[in-house]
């Protein structure tokens, strides 16, 4: 008779333990693999550890209040995330004056940032598929929170020196764009998964307006704008404190399946999830469209306290800023503007999503179209108009924005619903990466250097400043109208791959996540192994 090894043993008691039988699942397909009875007497590729199967009884759940907290945490964070990466526009005329920088240098600054978040990005959505997501994140709130207050003593003779603390804090945050996202996808789902979406990515808007207010206030309050970067890092060890004490890190897949559990999925390389990721054209689409958004807020977001505060000064509402410490008006205006617009966007383009895949299957990338066409006109029309009458600007701008804001939350569900639950991390990744190669990245420096650009032939005026910012953003209206054609293309193709990420995901978390969360299954198989070593 022959006898099994203690490998074997083991992981059949593993697989008893948890109520499994031994046939096996393709985790790409959902469909049944074949088995074959292995030399050391498994059967298929389970003996090996290469096959997926049935799902059965999970070990893990976790309660509803727990996870509601968990989210609040992940939310708040996500504000400082945001409030992180717009304090220095809400400054940015003080910082062009301490440094002695251009317009185009300026732009550099955001640029700097993006292109050391992208880059970091992969990077974090790689590790955050096969590793402790929280340890990632906790690593992250370190770094963007120790770079930033850093920054806040960097004298006015290394100017490359702030621009490189810059670029670590955007290495930070991506680690938390990349990652957070995940987590909340493994908490919820269906419904409750796009309300918490919807509620995560208010934050952005609101992160972002209020990084602008923080800014020019505690500018205004102490007369020197650094004082605003040595605030956040306190707010950040709050942050800290909270993800370690309240945030857990479930299983992957953990919500779409809690009832449902594989053993030892085969793990992927890296560059398999992305041929996997390239295949799926929802996926491809849709980061197109979200590049679109991200060239055209990136742009907005940096620049239009700047543009604001120009027209007004061609409108005589303000004098010309020739010292360090500029008025912060515009900035609080625009900041509080973001904030209001962006909270009842992203609650809008949820709800309306939630109610209209009710009727139409494809209504979240239909809902990402009509926002952005409608949102191109009116972007248009809040810079055409700035020259004539500032109110009419405003508003606006302020319609360009709220239609924007109704992307945030959609966006994101477009993506989990397509993706398998193991490839989430680096899917979330790539999408970040190349919206920000090719949007707002860019679209800063670009948008400052146009302006540089056309400021050289013309005359050294505000009037010549302002209409050559002005004209520098007109390609984001175009951009705008690309982003709502990607979603199109998007509707498109969305049923099909949301049908094979549902039928692919069945089943899919990792079994060191149950094991690690099953104690007693683990003080069975280590004391069963002895035996089975002496048979």
Not at 433 to 461: E, F, K, M
Not at 501 to 528: C, F, H, M, Y
Request: proline content about 5%; some cysteine; overall charge neutral.
């Amino acid at each position: 008779m022959q006898l099994c090894s203690a490998p074997v043993l083991a992981r059949r008691l593993q697989l008893s333990l948890l109520g499994m039988s031994t046939e096996c699942i393709d985790p790409w397909t959902g469909g049944p693999q074949s088995q074959t009875q292995s030399p050391g007497g498994g059967y298929g590729t389970l003996a090996s550890g290469g096959c997926l199967p049935p799902p059965t009884s999970a070990s893990w759940n976790l309660p509803r209040w727990r996870a509601s907290l968990a989210a609040a945490v992940l939310c708040y964070i996500n504000l400082l995330n945001y409030m992180n990466w717009f304090i220095i526009p809400g400054v940015l005329l003080d910082v062009q004056k301490y440094f002695n920088i251009s317009d185009s240098h300026a732009g550099l600054l955001q640029t700097v940032f993006i292109g050391c978040l992208l880059v970091s990005a992969p990077v974090f959505g790689y590790l955050g598929d096969r590793h402790s997501r929280k340890a990632i994140l906790c690593f992250g709130i370190l770094l963007w929170s120790g770079a930033g207050l850093s920054s806040s003593f960097i004298s006015y003779q290394y100017s490359w020196l702030f621009f490189l603390s810059r670029g670590v804090v955007g290495t930070g945050a991506a680690s938390y764009s990349t990652i957070a996202p995940t987590v909340l996808g493994d908490l919820f789902v269906k419904d409750q998964r796009t309300c918490v979406l919807a509620v995560f990515y208010i934050f952005i808007p609101v992160g972002s307006g209020l990084g602008y207010v923080l800014g020019s206030v505690v500018a205004e309050l102490t007369g020197n704008w650094r004082w605003a970067l040595r605030i956040m890092p306190c707010l950040d060890a709050v942050a800290l404190v909270l993800l370690i004490l309240l945030v857990p890190d479930p299983p992957r897949g953990a919500a779409e399946k809690q009832e449902e559990v594989a053993v030892r999925a085969p793990r992927r390389s890296w560059c398999e999830d992305v041929r996997y990721l390239g295949r799926n054209w929802s996926f491809v689409f849709s980061t197109l469209g979200v590049t679109a958004i991200g060239f055209v807020t990136g742009a907005l977001g940096f620049w239009a306290p700047k543009f604001l505060f120009e027209a007004r000064v061609v409108h005589g509402l303000q004098l010309p800023c020739f010292q360090e410490q500029c008025g912060s008006q515009d900035s609080l205006i625009f900041g509080a503007l973001t904030v209001a617009t962006g909270i009842i966007g992203v609650i809008l383009g949820a709800e309306a999503s939630r109610r209209y895949k009710k009727v139409n299957p494809r209504a979240e990338p239909l809902i990402c179209a009509s926002s952005l066409f409608a949102a191109a006109p009116c972007l248009y029309l809040a810079l055409i108009l700035a020259s004539r009458t500032l109110l009419a600007s405003y508003v606006f701008l302020a319609l360009g924005e709220l239609l924007l804001s109704c992307n945030w939350a959609v966006v994101a569900d477009i993506l989990l619903s397509v993706v398998v639950p193991r490839c989430r991390g680096t899917a979330e990744a790539l999408q970040i990466t190349v919206a920000h190669i090719l949007g707002d990245a860019g679209s800063p420096y670009l948008t400052g250097l146009i302006s540089s650009v056309l400021q050289t032939g013309r005359p050294n005026s505000y009037l010549q400043r302002f209409l050559s910012l002005q004209h520098s953003f007109l390609c984001c209206a175009f951009a705008i109208v690309l982003g709502g054609g990607c979603f199109l293309l998007t509707a498109l193709h969305l049923e099909r791959d949301q049908a094979q990420a549902r039928q692919a995901g069945k089943g899919t978390l990792d079994s060191e996540d149950i094991v690690s969360r099953n104690p007693e299954s683990q003080g069975l198989l280590s004391s069963t192994s002895t035996p089975a070593e002496h048979s």
